[in-house]
């Protein structure tokens, strides 16, 4: 008995615990216990990496705006030690310049910014003075004549700079076109083909780059955009797509012909771009940092931003294991795999609910189809585990091409599921169809659907994802309720069934 208290007091003093910690944080960081009361901020961050040589090093990043169509530059900084940092400021354009007397060897340079969404959507740019010098294409007979036909049929069909643009771009995404085809082989980036055309058509144009804003992403890179002069305003333009204007979620990082990164003393420069959507509080948004405190300090936003988009997922790990074993131990359903459920709930989040369950089903029966012939072979389990996986892999493989080809693309994103765990799940199938039936197996497979589709709804809730992520102390209160349902001993309500009868009694 004494046993009990003490681990029902240990149980209490977990989940107190939790639940203080978070009001604490709440109190001394302004973070508040509820989504939506709160204003989104964008985290991104550049790395530059490249190799130095040796010598004195000097490197220089186009940096953007203070006041953004869109977006507002709320904080940024720049972690790079050992380097000297300044921010060099010519009208409106911004450049941060990293310098160093001796370097060598590989080197990773870090600017961080917090963009702030405005309701301010008009550019600053749109009266720039225009510069009429044309650029040169190095284009000789062929393409000259390809050029001048695009340009002469797409004049046919437009009216003004912005139609003909658009007109333009067809053309030039017209895989029938013999004209389109030679001008793309001659010129490999599209903004750039787009703007010789243009200018050609007495159209000025400026090269602009920008950021799609997309939630928990790492290793992007800049999307290159064209803007053209329609009369009296600078107009944006998608090369790829024809889309005019500033598309949603898009940051426009640098404008000009001046080149993004300039890196000298060094080798294989490059860049690239993470970035997380995060919430503020307005009051704190207005005013500068928020005060220093020791959740600051600790928290997981303190971590670089790849590393934040790890976490954001890890931390709904202990909610997908609370349902999992909620569904096992009280409501007494069977899965194929202890935490098998908890993967696919991780891999519905990467993808989505709908294209999940199919591409899961589709690997698994396809899966288990082959597994019956490998179990003709008599192999060892090792190779025949083995085996599975390489199948697997091919299998993952035509599901992804058979969609990509058939025109969608979640067929794609079947590649986010645990393959290794795919493979255990069909050998414990295909051996539970053998022993048991294929009833076991049917019961088994759509318990762990269900428990996955249970443990997704809740790990997408946006509540459960601000809590987890912003509170991660709230986890002993999960840490606590696995605790107390492991000690759990009564009837599964799946079992209350068989004990019906007695009732009468």
Request: glycine share 6%; charged share 20%; proline share 4%.
């Amino acid at each position: 008995m004494s046993q009990n208290r003490t681990f029902y007091a240990i149980l209490f003093a977990l989940a107190l615990t939790g639940v203080a910690l978070a009001i604490l944080r709440h109190l001394t960081t302004g973070i508040p216990l509820l989504p939506g009361q709160e204003q989104s901020v964008w985290l991104v961050e550049a790395r530059i990496d490249f190799d130095a040589e040796g010598g004195p090093v000097t490197a220089s990043f186009a940096l953007p705006e203070m006041e953004l169509p869109g977006f507002d530059l709320f904080e940024e900084q720049s972690a790079s030690p050992g380097y000297g940092f300044a921010i060099l400021t010519s009208g409106r354009a911004r450049r941060a310049e990293w310098t160093k007397r001796d370097a060598l060897g590989e080197q990773s340079l870090y600017y961080s910014a917090q963009l702030v969404e405005s309701l301010r959507d008009e550019d600053t740019h749109v009266n720039d003075p225009v510069d009429r010098g044309r650029r040169q294409s190095d284009w000789e007979g062929p393409q000259e004549l390809a050029a001048t036909e695009v340009l002469d049929d797409a004049r046919e069909r437009s009216s003004s700079a912005r139609s003909l643009s658009r007109e333009v771009i067809k053309q030039l995404n017209s895989e029938a076109s013999q004209n389109a085809a030679l001008l793309r082989s001659s010129t490999a980036e599209r903004a750039e083909l787009l703007m010789l055309l243009l200018e050609r058509a007495d159209i000025p144009t400026r090269l602009a780059k920008g950021l799609y804003l997309e939630d928990a992403r790492r290793r992007q890179s800049l999307t290159p955009m064209v803007e053209f002069f329609a009369g009296d305003t600078w107009v944006l333009v998608n090369p790829q797509t024809g889309e005019v204007g500033l598309p949603p979620n898009f940051v426009l990082w640098h404008r000009g012909g001046v080149s993004v990164l300039d890196v000298t003393g060094a080798t294989n420069s490059q860049v690239q771009f993470s970035m997380i959507r995060q919430t503020v509080p307005a009051v704190q948004l207005a005013q500068a940092k928020g005060r220093s405190s020791l959740f600051r300090e600790l928290g997981v936003q303190r971590l670089p931003i790849e590393e934040q988009s790890m976490f954001k997922l890890l931390l709904l790990l202990p909610l997908g294991a609370t349902v999992v074993v909620f569904m096992r131990v009280i409501i007494g359903v069977q899965t194929s795999g202890t935490f098998m459920p908890v993967l696919i709930a991780l891999a519905f989040l990467q993808t989505s609910l709908l294209a999940g369950l199919v591409s899961f089903v589709l690997v698994v029966a396809a899966g288990l189809a082959l597994r019956s012939y490998l179990s003709r072979l008599n192999l060892l389990l090792v190779a025949r585990i083995a085996t599975l996986i390489v199948l697997v892999v091919f299998l993952i493989s035509a599901f992804s091409i058979i969609g990509y080809q058939m025109g969608y693309s979640t067929g794609m994103t079947i590649t986010f599921f645990p393959m290794i765990i795919i493979a255990w799940t069909i050998e414990r199938m295909s051996i539970l169809w053998e022993e048991d039936g294929p009833t076991e197996v049917m019961k088994q497979g759509g318990g762990s659907l269900l428990v996955a589709v249970l443990a997704y709804l809740l790990m997408q809730n946006p509540l459960m994802v601000h809590l987890s992520f912003n509170f991660p102390e709230i986890n002993l209160v999960l840490l606590a309720s696995i605790l107390a349902m492991g000690h759990y001993t009564g009837y599964k309500l799946s079992e209350l069934h068989r004990f019906r009868a007695m009732s009468d009694f």
